[in-house]
């Protein structure tokens, strides 16, 4: 009989897999998208304080805004408390606001931009990560994401001036496994992670035999296969040796 792997084990959703949301300050994300509002007005906010949210390599702003909402925002970096940031089409471009793409200046640096008009931010969320405005046209922006690709997005969509804080962050080592513990813990990551072949046969696909003389890993395996023979190399875009 033999050993459940851990992808069917995370997928019944057990206590142990489960994304420790609890612990989180709350949800990153804009205040609701109303057009009307975010064209003719320009709220005033305040930074009110910067929070650690666990699992999260960046610090969180928390903003008051004049009309006594709420709203947690990925910090930009040089942001500190008391720090005014505006909110709406018209709003200055000021370090932490927010404004329509549209209406940024082209060579700007941008983050927790929206791919879709209200759907909260959702690109340059990470530690130093940033997002460059290229041109405007008519209904569109052109961006550089930060992995270097060229997208156009709606000139509707927010995003906050700046460059997300807590950059350099990845270039400090660990140093001790007890650090990645802490973290896996933070993120319901399963630590440590065990391969497949230093496995016994009755635990995993590549389990047995010596470690050298299988290579049971490189057969590639379809993107539909189930929990558990979905291990290895699958949904390869080509096989064989490389000719030309």
């Known amino acids: 009989m033999g050993k459940r792997l851990i992808v069917q084990r995370r997928g019944r959703g057990g206590s142990v897999f489960r994304h420790p949301g609890w ?8 205040r609701p998208y109303n057009e009307e509002e975010f064209r003719e007005k320009v709220l005033r906010g305040r ?4 929070l ?3 699992g999260r390599g960046v610090p969180v702003a928390r903003i008051i805004f ?6 947690f925002n990925v910090a930009s970096e040089g942001l500190a408390l008391g720090t005014i940031v505006y909110y709406g089409r018209k709003a200055p471009q000021n370090l932490g ?3 329509p793409v549209g209406r940024i200046s082209e060579g700007s640096y941008i983050c927790n931009v929206e791919l879709k008009p209200g759907d909260g931010g959702k690109i ?3 530690s130093g990560t940033y997002a460059i405005v290229l041109a405007h046209s008519a209904n569109t922006t052109t961006i550089q994401l930060p992995s270097g690709k060229v997208k156009e997005i709606d000139s509707r969509c927010r995003a906050t001036i700046g460059i997300v804080a807590g950059g350099g962050r990845i270039e400090k080592p660990f140093l001790k496994a007890g650090k990645v513990y802490h973290l896996s813990k933070s993120k319901a990551w399963k630590y440590p992670t065990v391969r497949g072949k230093a496995m016994n046969a009755y635990a995993h696909p590549h389990g047995g035999g010596s470690h050298k003389s299988r290579r049971r890993g490189s057969t590639p395996k379809p993107r539909t296969a189930p929990p558990g023979q979905k291990v290895g190399h699958f949904a390869s875009k080509r096989t ?5």
């Open 23 to 30: 612990k989180k300050v709350g949800a990153i994300r804009y």
């Open 47 to 50: 930074v009110v304080d910067l």
């Open 52 to 54: 650690h949210d666990p």
């Open 66 to 71: 004049e009309d006594g909402t709420e709203m």
């Open 97 to 99: 606001s927010i404004l």
């Open 124 to 126: 340059a969320r990470a």
């Open 240 to 244: 064989g040796r490389r000719k030309g």
